[in-house]
C-alpha cells in the first residue's frame, strides 16, 4: 500500500510559469525525498529533506516539509519543456528498506 | 556509465512461465531494492537486502516472488508461475549505505504476461 497522496493528480501549465505540486502522509517519517520519472525511464533523484528541516533548495527546485500537517510540497520555478514529467514523493520512515512513494503528479510543460 | 543497469529491458512470457529478472547495482553500493510499478501508479515497495541478507521482504505480493543477492551485488528476481496480474515494471535501485538515503534506480524491465 501507499501512503502518500499527491496533488494534483496532473498538471499542464506554460513554459516560464511556476509549478507546485503537494503530498500528504501518514505516518511520522525519517526523510522526504522528490523523485522524476521521465516517460519510458528510471526514477531520479531530486531533493531529500530530513524530519527536522522545513525547507531545502536546489537549482530551480524548492521543497518545504510541514510534519505537523504531515505534508510536503515541491516548487519548480520557471518551468522548462525539459520539465515534463512525473514527480513523486516518498517518505523514509525507518523499518526496514521501505521507501513508500505517491501515486505521482504527471506535468506536462507546453512551450 | 556507471548507473544501475537491468536486464532484459523487456519481457514478454505466457502465463504459467517462470521469469528472471536481473539487476547489476552501482558498484560499492551496499543496499538494494526491488520496486514493482504498475501503469499510472507509484513504484511499490517489494524487497530490500543490506549486502547479501535480504532484510525486508515484506512487499512481495506471493511466494511465487523469490529474490536474491548471493554474493552481495548482482541480484535477480524470480517469478514463478506468472499470472496476468504480475505484468507490471520491475525497478531495481541500489543507496551507498543508508537504507533511508538517495536511490539510484535502473531503467526498468517491462514484463508483459500473456
Known amino acids: 500500500s501507499q501512503q502518500g497522496e499527491e496533488d494534483p493528480q496532473a498538471l499542464s501549465i506554460q513554459e516560464g510559469e511556476n509549478a507546485t505540486m503537494n503530498c500528504s502522509y501518514k505516518?511520522?517519517?525519517?526523510?522526504l525525498q522528490w523523485y522524476r520519472q521521465n516517460s519510458g525511464r528510471g526514477l531520479v533523484h531530486l531533493i531529500l529533506i530530513r524530519s527536522n528541516e522545513r525547507e531545502k533548495h536546489s537549482g530551480r527546485l524548492r521543497v518545504t516539509l510541514d510534519t505537523s500537517k504531515k505534508s510536503s510540497s515541491l516548487l519548480i520555478t520557471a518551468s522548462r519543456a525539459a520539465d515534463t514529467a512525473s514527480y513523486f514523493c516518498?517518505?523514509?520512515?525507518?523499518?526496514?528498506?521501505?521507501?513508500?512513494f505517491g501515486q505521482g503528479t504527471e506535468l506536462s510543460v507546453k512551450p | 556509465g556507471a548507473g544501475v543497469s537491468q536486464s532484459p529491458r523487456y519481457k514478454v512470457a505466457k502465463r504459467g512461465q517462470d521469469v528472471a529478472l536481473r539487476c547489476d547495482p552501482i558498484?560499492?553500493?551496499?543496499?538494494l531494492f526491488w520496486y514493482q510499478q504498475a501503469l499510472g501508479q507509484g513504484p511499490e515497495f517489494l524487497t530490500y537486502f543490506q549486502n547479501e541478507a535480504q532484510l525486508d521482504k515484506s512487499g512481495l505480493p506471493s511466494d511465487r516472488f523469490f529474490a536474491e543477492r548471493p554474493e552481495g551485488s548482482v541480484s535477480t528476481l524470480k517469478i514463478q508461475r506468472t499470472q496476468q496480474e504480475d505484468s507490471a515494471v520491475y525497478l531495481c535501485?541500489?543507496?551507498?549505505?543508508?537504507?533511508?538515503?538517495?536511490?539510484?534506480f535502473g531503467p526498468g524491465t517491462r514484463l508483459t504476461v500473456l
Open positions: 505516518t511520522s517519517i525519517n526523510n
Open positions: 558498484s560499492g553500493h551496499v543496499s
Open positions: 535501485a541500489s543507496s551507498l549505505v543508508l537504507a533511508g538515503g538517495v536511490k539510484f
Open positions: 516518498a517518505t523514509f520512515y525507518n523499518q526496514g528498506g521501505k521507501l513508500i
